[in-house]
């Protein structure tokens, strides 16, 4: 009986008058009741779930196993149900064994909303890829500068495809954890001087400055220094698109227990409420018609790097005033 004891699926067994013989610990939580309720309890009482209730009824009638998968919204769990007549052993008893499988429902809801979201990404420039390439053979190719121009809509539409398709491969390869970090102790100064560098001249072209904040005294981190640019790049990069002209970019690094914590902190049109939990999802772009271009992979593929290096990732942000996007890096010892 231990054994029942320490198992997660939850366990049951029913005499032939549908009372409650048995009920193991993991049954118990999934059914939200304890050992002194249920026992000797009608299983209508203690399952509380029609579907699980035919399930037995059915296995005692037929003399055969059932199983069928069933939600329990009040503690919203997936179980896999099972219904095994003991028949011989003994004689009108059911066996009951309920399987957790709420994270594989989850997986399949990411997986889910992951297809539909690329799909609705993919269409939007294949549609205007087959437009383009309409007008181009109907009338357009007797029109030289008209043609040219389509010509180079076609190639910025190509272009925005193959960098997703790139996203995408770079964010599978991280996920798989197939990208090999060579770790090394480097200064938080480098970090943001390398990648404030490669942004500077977009920075400026879009009236913005660019500023870098950084005590010269801080301590090395523990980091991959061509991927960790790349995390902070992207965060420039989305403070840039999202700040109007005549604001300001400050990056900036401070020493907190055993970390550092890096910012990169905007006065631009800041994230609502609602979309500030979910901004780190793939493809999660807050305002469709406003954020354009990207494809909303920069964030998603910044915190499975920030991740890889055991930091976190997070940001804070208030409508109308502007966003700071902090992570955090292990410090190098
Ligand atoms: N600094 C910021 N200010 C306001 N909104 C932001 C900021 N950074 C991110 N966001 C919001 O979060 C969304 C997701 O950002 P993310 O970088 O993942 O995607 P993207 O910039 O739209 O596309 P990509 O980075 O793939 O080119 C953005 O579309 C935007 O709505
Ligand atoms: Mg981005």
Same mark, same amino acid.
């Given at each position: 009986?231990?054994?029942?004891?320490?198992?997660?699926?939850?366990v049951?067994?029913v005499?032939?008058?549908?009372?409650v013989?048995?009920?193991?610990?993991?049954?118990?939580?999934?059914?939200?009741?304890?050992?002194?309720?249920?026992?000797?309890?009608?299983?209508?009482k203690v399952l509380?779930?029609?579907?699980?209730?035919?399930?037995w009824?059915?296995?005692?009638?037929?003399?055969?196993?059932?199983?069928i998968?069933v939600?329990?919204?009040?503690?919203r769990?997936?179980?896999?149900?099972?219904?095994?007549?003991?028949?011989?052993?003994?004689?009108g008893?059911?066996?009951?064994?309920?399987?957790d499988i709420?994270h594989?429902?989850?997986?399949?809801?990411?997986?889910?909303?992951f297809i539909s979201?690329i799909?609705?990404? *993919?269409?939007? $420039?294949l /549609?205007?890829l087959?437009? &383009? !390439?309409?007008?181009l053979? %109907?009338s357009? *190719?007797?029109? $030289?500068? /008209?043609a040219?121009?389509f &010509? !180079?809509?076609?190639?910025t %539409?190509?272009?925005?495809?193959?960098?997703?398709?790139q996203?995408l491969v770079?964010l599978?390869?991280?996920e798989?954890?197939k990208?090999?970090?060579q770790l090394?102790?480097?200064l938080?100064?480098e970090?943001l001087?390398?990648?404030?560098?490669?942004l500077?001249l977009?920075?400026e072209?879009?009236?913005l400055?660019?500023?870098?904040?950084?005590?010269?005294?801080?301590?090395?981190?523990?980091?991959d220094?061509?991927?960790?640019?790349q995390?902070?790049?992207?965060?420039?990069?989305?403070a840039?698109?999202?700040t109007?002209?005549?604001?300001e970019?400050?990056?900036s690094?401070?020493?907190e227990?055993d970390?550092v914590v890096?910012s990169?902190s905007?006065?631009?049109?800041?994230?609502?409420?609602?979309?500030?939990?979910?901004?780190?999802?793939?493809?999660?772009?807050?305002?469709?018609?406003?954020?354009?271009?990207?494809?909303?992979?920069?964030?998603a593929?910044?915190?499975?790097?920030?991740?890889?290096?055991?930091?976190?990732?997070?940001?804070?942000s208030t409508?109308?005033?502007g966003s700071?996007f902090?992570?955090?890096?292990?410090?190098?010892?």
């Open positions: 009986m231990a054994v029942l004891e320490q198992l997660s699926d939850g049951l067994i005499d032939e008058q549908g009372l013989q048995l009920i193991n610990p993991a049954a118990q939580r999934i059914f939200g009741t304890t050992e002194d309720k249920a026992m000797g309890q009608s299983i209508v509380r779930q029609y579907q699980l209730i035919e399930l009824k059915q296995a005692r009638e037929t003399g055969e196993s059932q199983l998968p939600e329990i919204p009040t503690k769990l997936f179980v896999q149900g099972e219904a095994i007549p003991l028949g011989e052993t003994l004689p008893s059911t066996l009951m064994v309920f399987q709420s594989v429902r989850r997986l399949e809801t990411v997986r889910r909303d979201n799909s609705h990404e *993919l269409r939007t $420039p /549609a205007s087959k437009a &383009l !390439t309409e007008t053979q %109907e357009a *190719l007797d029109d $030289p500068p /008209a040219r121009r &010509l !180079t809509n076609i190639e %539409e190509v272009d925005a495809l193959s960098l997703m398709v996203e770079e599978s390869r991280i798989s954890g990208v090999p970090l090394k102790s480097v938080p100064e970090l001087s390398e990648a404030a560098e490669r500077r977009q920075a072209r879009s009236g400055r660019l500023i870098i904040d950084c005590p010269p005294e801080l301590p090395t981190v523990l980091a220094p061509p991927r960790m640019e995390v902070i790049v992207n965060l420039l990069h989305n840039i698109k999202f109007p002209s005549g604001g970019i400050r990056l690094a401070l020493l227990d970390s890096f990169v905007d006065n631009g049109v800041g994230i609502s409420p609602e979309d500030l939990p979910r901004i780190f999802e793939r493809f999660y772009k807050a305002d469709r018609a406003r954020s354009g271009g990207g494809t909303g992979l920069g964030l593929i910044s915190r499975h790097l920030v991740e890889a290096h055991s930091g976190k990732i997070w940001a804070e409508e109308g005033i700071t902090y992570f955090s890096l292990p410090l190098a010892q």
